[in-house]
């Protein structure tokens, strides 16, 4: 148990980091103009596409489970962000509607796009067999 926890935590702690680089370098710092945060939406691609390999390969018996917690819980937890995600699009909202709309749809279709192209990558023909549970 402890050293999951520590696996999860180490995880979090890399993609955290590279969320915070991500966010830093390629999100706007001003709040006029046109303002659409691609740091945000370049950490939930490169999540999805990680999480999309990693289910691939554990499926595949690739990677063995046991590191489902340090790269799929912690990595690709601490990497992405829901919440960051969430609050870009609803002040977005308020002044840039058509960037709100990007925002959005870019998380959420491009995100499942690079899912479903990694696991494919991984699984081939296979690919609808992909089993997430626990």
């Known amino acids: 148990m402890w050293l999951n926890i520590l696996a999860v935590a180490g995880g979090a702690f890399c993609g ?3 969320h915070d680089i991500s966010s830093n370098h390629f999100n706007p710092k001003r709040q006029t ?6 740091g945000t939406l370049l950490v939930n691609l490169a999540g999805s596409f990680v999480l999309g390999l ?3 390969w554990m499926q595949a018996g690739a990677v063995p489970v ?3 917690g340090l790269l799929v819980t912690g ?3 601490g990497l992405t962000t829901f919440s960051t995600f969430a609050g870009d699009a609803f002040s977005s909202l308020q002044t840039q509607p058509a960037v709100a709309i990007l925002i959005m749809l870019g998380n959420l279709l491009f995100g499942m796009l690079a899912f479903v192209v990694a696991v494919k990558i991984v699984l081939g023909r296979e690919f609808g067999r992909l089993y997430i549970g626990e």
Do not use: S
Not at 33 to 38: A, K
């Open 16 to 18: 955290g980091i590279l």
């Open 33 to 38: 103009g046109w303002r659409m945060p691609y």
């Open 54 to 56: 990693m289910l691939g």
């Open 66 to 68: 046991g590191v489902k």
């Open 75 to 77: 990595f690709c937890g």
